[in-house]
């Protein structure tokens, strides 16, 4: 897995994503997870700078991360309340963890930083080996909006501005897709481009049934409201008998 949070994006991450860091993105995901895990220690995958994890600490929730961004683990070690946090780095699809855990959690769509399906399933299985009987493991991932699609087209904008393009290519054929970025800064142009892999959440489903975990909960968001046909995202809950 490469790492593509080095120094130059963790350095602008937090201004980059503030809305996500506002309270009302914040609060209702720190609210479920904290009831979920039911007072047990918690994992959290790909942990970032702490955008989650700091605020369930504070709760008083034991939180350890995995990450691969060293960076990315700077900056939360940085912040107030950062060195109490346990933070391994590592790739979260076979890195392993002392210890059992209540919860593990992977939110903002980060599952599909595993580009292949054969890292997604083997995320669901280092959950599982992770998880005390009773455990839940949380995704939150948008739905594959393929829709968007004209016959023929695979690229989506979805951000136009005077100094910098954003762009999703698709790739139906393999589920696999990247996110394009052009910003000119000075005159000169700079480009960056992220892959990922998006998936349906049938196929969640099946990678949890492979690695022995079944369905609790699905919700179209934090606030568990209903899925439906129309969602753009869910909140996933397996749980392990």
């Known amino acids: 897995m490469d790492d593509h949070f080095g120094e130059r994006v963790a350095a602008r991450y937090d201004e980059a994503s503030a809305e996500m860091f506002e309270p009302g993105a914040v609060d209702?995901?720190?609210?479920?997870?904290?009831?979920?895990?039911?007072?047990?220690?918690?994992?959290?995958?790909?942990?970032?700078?702490?955008?989650?994890?700091?605020?369930?600490?504070?709760?008083?929730?034991?939180v350890h991360g995995i990450d691969l961004s060293r960076a990315m683990a700077d900056r939360l070690r940085?912040?107030?309340?950062?060195d109490t946090i346990g933070v391994t780095i590592g790739d979260f699809a076979t890195t392993r963890v002392e210890g059992t855990f209540s919860l593990a959690y992977l939110v903002f769509n980060t599952?599909?930083?595993?580009?292949?399906?054969?890292?997604?399933?083997?995320?669901f299985e280092n959950v599982a080996s992770h998880l005390a009987p009773g455990g839940r493991f949380v995704i939150?991932?948008?739905v594959p909006d393929l829709r968007r699609l004209p016959p023929g087209q695979?690229?989506?904008?979805?951000?136009?501005?005077?100094?910098?393009?954003?762009f999703d290519v698709y790739d139906t054929a393999t589920q696999s897709m990247s996110s394009n970025y052009v910003d000119?800064?000075?005159?000169?142009?700079?480009?960056?481009?992220?892959?990922f892999r998006y998936v349906w959440p049938a196929e969640l489903d099946l990678m949890a049934r492979i690695a022995g975990l079944r369905l609790r909960d699905r919700w179209a968001g934090w606030t568990a409201a209903p899925f439906t046909h129309e969602s753009g995202a869910h909140v996933s809950v397996w749980e392990k008998p």
């Open 28 to 62: 209702p995901v720190v609210d479920l997870l904290a009831d979920l895990a039911g007072g047990g220690r918690v994992l959290e995958l790909g942990i970032g700078t702490g955008r989650i994890a700091l605020p369930l600490s504070r709760r008083g929730v034991p």
């Open 78 to 82: 940085a912040k107030p309340g950062g």
């Open 111 to 123: 599952i599909m930083n595993l580009t292949t399906q054969e890292a997604q399933v083997a995320c």
């Open 140 to 142: 939150e991932v948008g």
């Open 154 to 166: 695979n690229i989506v904008p979805f951000h136009v501005g005077p100094t910098g393009w954003a």
């Open 184 to 195: 000119v800064v000075g005159g000169h142009g700079e480009y960056r481009s992220i892959p």
